[in-house]
């Protein structure tokens, strides 16, 4: 059988996974920067704490794990029979795999409400699975880094949030643009378009608007039943650009008018420091998670075509559907696997990767791989990443491992070596050899 994988995940050789981790290192410093401390929730969620949450398109995305043992045998017979999937799900999937780190964060806060303080400042990187159909920049599996905080109403942390966008891509050298607005606005375009009710109809509809156009979306908000009046009013309320004419545009809608309020407070804290990258009022932004109330965001490359690499957003009562209300909430999420994408079209990983060893030992027989083994043992204790090859073959065998692995430098022992203690140290980039005692060897490579 020749072995694959599924559709949408991937294998990552080391070189990736150390340039992985370049990215989740950076992003950790940041977070930690501004105190924020690391959470892990489990692979599996009960599928109760995850349906409902991302609405109907969401739900179906969902990867769902059968029961253990005979999955079957609670089934009902004529569910089967009819292959009424929807029916027979709850009879035979209890858990499934966690489709974000947010709904599962609401989760842990209530759980554990007791073990922390409020405000409480979370980041968690762990890897989440959505049943999308693979595309550029879009798998089945991948990795979220997350960073929230519950318990306070303070615009000061959207501006905060803001801010470790800036960091992060500043520090990992990608231009962006972090696109802000606030979901208010949204429901104030829907108010002022008497459509109050057909509030996520038109939502869904925006949100499609880099993907279809303008016309494209007066087609989506004409199938749903939004009639040409309204849609006018709203893709005209969609053309403004700046909250002052937005102001005038809401004159009748008190939903409107917070919004623009919320947004000023955000800047009144986030203006107070400039920022590398540009922020920028779109107030086409619809974010598809049906749970954000206030103030969202959405980062988008500049330099490369990509879909979002960031986005995220308040959440007044996210806890409530797990029985803890009243506790609001504010969290961006780092899309890890587009970064990654991004910066490696880009070009934008240091050029030095961290060196998995510095020096490779080469032994030319059996005795002197014994003594090889001593000397690297010396090395390791003086915390020096080292390795020894395992057998002492052919000269040009070892050597050409030695390159293949990219090591700086190798460590020749034959009889010469044993007798003096001295071991020959060749430096593959020059080629230059010398003949150190292992104290200069290790002098050498610290």
């Not at 109403?153 to 607005?181: H, P, R």
């Not at 206030?294 to 500049?302: K, R, S, T």
């Not at 970064?339 to 510095?358: A, G, R, S």
């Not at 005795?367 to 001593?374: E, I, M, P, R, T």
């Amino acid at each position: 059988m020749k072995p694959s994988l599924p559709k949408g995940v991937r294998d990552f050789k080391p070189e990736e996974v150390e340039k992985r981790n370049f990215i989740f290192d950076t992003i950790k410093s940041v977070f930690q920067l501004y105190g924020y401390r690391p959470i892990e929730t489990p692979v599996m969620e009960l599928l109760s704490t995850l349906t409902g949450k991302y609405g109907d398109e969401g739900d179906q995305l969902l990867f769902k794990v059968l029961n253990n043992g005979d999955f079957l045998a609670k089934a009902n017979d004529e569910d089967l029979k009819n292959k009424a999937s929807k029916k027979i799900l709850p009879s035979i999937a209890k858990k499934g795999l966690r489709y974000d780190l947010t709904i599962p964060f609401a989760r842990f806060v209530v759980q554990h409400r007791n073990d922390i303080s409020l405000p409480f400042k979370r980041y968690q990187i762990q890897p989440v699975w959505r049943g999308d159909r693979p595309q550029k920049g879009r798998y089945q599996e991948f990795y979220q880094c997350d960073v929230d905080v519950v318990g306070s109403n303070s615009l000061m942390y959207e501006a905060e949030l803001v801010q470790i966008y800036d960091k992060v891509f500043k520090k990992l050298g990608v231009n962006v643009t972090i696109k802000v607005s606030n979901r208010k606005i949204l429901a104030g375009i829907a108010e002022s378009a008497g459509i109050a009710e057909q509030f996520m109809d038109m939502t869904i509809a925006i949100d499609k608007l880099d993907k279809i156009g303008w016309d494209g979306v007066r087609n989506e908000m004409q199938k749903k039943g939004i009639h040409d009046d309204a849609i006018d009013i709203i893709i005209n309320i969609l053309k403004i650009d700046n909250l002052n004419d937005l102001e005038k545009a809401f004159a009748n809608t008190a939903t409107g008018q917070k919004g623009i309020e919320e947004l000023r407070t955000f800047h009144s804290y986030l203006d107070t420091q400039s920022t590398q990258n540009e922020v920028k009022f779109d107030i086409t932004l619809a974010r598809g998670l049906n749970y954000y109330t206030g103030c969202i965001f959405e980062v988008a490359a500049n330099d490369v075509e990509m879909g979002s690499i960031g986005g995220g957003g308040r959440y007044d009562d996210l806890t409530g559907v797990f029985g803890m209300k009243g506790v609001s909430g504010v969290g961006v999420s780092f899309g890890a696997e587009r970064i990654y994408d991004v910066m490696t079209e880009l070009d934008l990983f240091p050029k030095e990767q961290k060196e998995n060893i510095k020096a490779l030992f080469i032994a030319f027989d059996e005795k002197s791989h014994l003594y090889a083994f001593n000397s690297l043992n010396q090395l390791r204790a003086a915390g020096i990443n080292s390795d020894l090859y395992p057998s002492p073959t052919k000269m040009k065998k070892q050597m050409n491992y030695a390159n293949s692995i990219n090591v700086p430098y190798v460590i020749l022992v034959g009889d010469k070596e044993m007798e003096t203690g001295m071991l020959t140290c060749k430096n593959m980039k020059t080629g230059e050899q010398e003949s150190l005692s292992i104290e200069d060897v290790i002098k050498r490579l610290t």
